[in-house]
């Protein structure tokens, strides 16, 4: 686990070559074909990539079924599975589980992004507040797509999204160990999401977006489109803003993400941290800014148990 552009793959990979191991991603955007560039695909196989096309909706509870397979695949083949990405959400799906939500009729989703065209997500998000605080205590005022996601959960049930979820908090699985690999200092983290970011236009991540904005049966609407970066290009193509107004916006987006992402991590039980520094080599304690993304170092890698641990220190020391 750990923020956008930590560096997760890149160790994931080398641990799947080390200990002959399978990954599985864990990206909601990388499930779709055509998001490449933007989400960041790895060159090394990963299990849950381009599965669905664009057009299609997949939720966390799909996620949690497909990852339940192949994890199962992956162990009769007499391999380990390793699972990497960002959407916390996913992995919550897969340790944890959620009750069935009945579906939910199309035009109660329709009606709320006709309404938040008008008056704005801020505003929606207001209205979650209003439903179901706990859902939206956990999101960005921002997040289109989750507080679109509960407020037509609400308005289609009458029961907030939040009663739906099992449990309150997040158990620990004995069957997981959940790693997170994240820079300690906020400075080098923001600078490897620029650069990051800075890469993807240069390596044509427009003309990857405006491929799907040509198929002309997308729209802001769908799952795919409102992934980060993707969505800024998306309004960029339609005129809504400069290019860079774009990049800007899909700067901030990210930076956004990153925030979400350890906010998630931050109260994630039996969590164990690999804290780098800017080379990506393993922090000592001793180290620590004064500024740290990680506010507690007691359960980081060198105090935990298990194999998996001398593997991935040795694997730092040349990461």
């Known amino acids: 686990m750990g923020p956008t552009a930590s560096g997760k793959s890149a160790l994931a990979e080398c641990l799947a070559e080390q200990v002959g191991g399978e990954l599985i991603s ?88 006709a309404e938040a065209q008008k008056t704005g997500w801020p505003a929606m998000h207001r209205e979650l507040m209003s439903v179901d605080p706990v859902t939206a205590e956990r999101l960005h005022p921002n997040h289109s797509q989750r507080i ?46 620029a650069d990051r970011l800075d890469a993807m236009f240069d390596n044509g991540f427009i003309d990857e977006v405006k491929a799907l904005f040509d198929r002309g049966d997308l729209h802001t609407g769908v799952q795919a489109v409102r992934a980060v970066g993707y969505r800024q290009i998306w309004a960029y193509l339609e005129g809504e803003i400069t290019l860079e107004e774009c990049r800007l916006r899909a700067l901030a987006a990210t930076r956004q993400l990153a925030k979400r992402q350890l906010t998630w991590l931050r109260s994630w039980p039996a969590l164990a941290w690999l804290p780098t520094d800017q080379r990506g080599q393993l922090l000592d304690a001793a180290d620590e800014p004064a500024d740290p993304l990680i506010p507690d170092l007691k359960g980081r890698a060198d105090s935990a148990s298990g194999g998996w641990r001398e593997r991935i220190l040795a694997l730092m020391r040349n990461f």
């Open 148 to 193: 679109c996601r509960a407020l037509e959960v609400y308005r289609g049930t009458g029961v907030p999204l939040s009663h739906w979820q099992r449990g309150a908090s997040l158990p620990a699985s004995p069957r997981y160990e959940c790693i997170a690999l994240c820079p300690q200092d906020r400075s080098v983290l923001h600078a490897r999401i």
């Open 26 to 113: 864990v990206d909601s955007a990388l499930i779709y074909r055509g998001l490449s560039i933007g989400a960041a695909k790895p060159d090394y196989p990963h299990h849950l990539v381009h599965i669905r096309d664009p057009s299609e909706r997949y939720t966390a509870a799909d996620f949690a079924r497909d990852a339940k397979r192949c994890i199962d695949e992956v162990q009769a083949r007499g391999r380990h599975p390793i699972l990497v990405g960002g959407s916390m959400l996913y992995f919550r799906a897969l340790l944890q589980g959620f009750d069935v939500v009945p579906a939910v009729d199309a035009r109660i989703r329709a009606d709320i992004e």
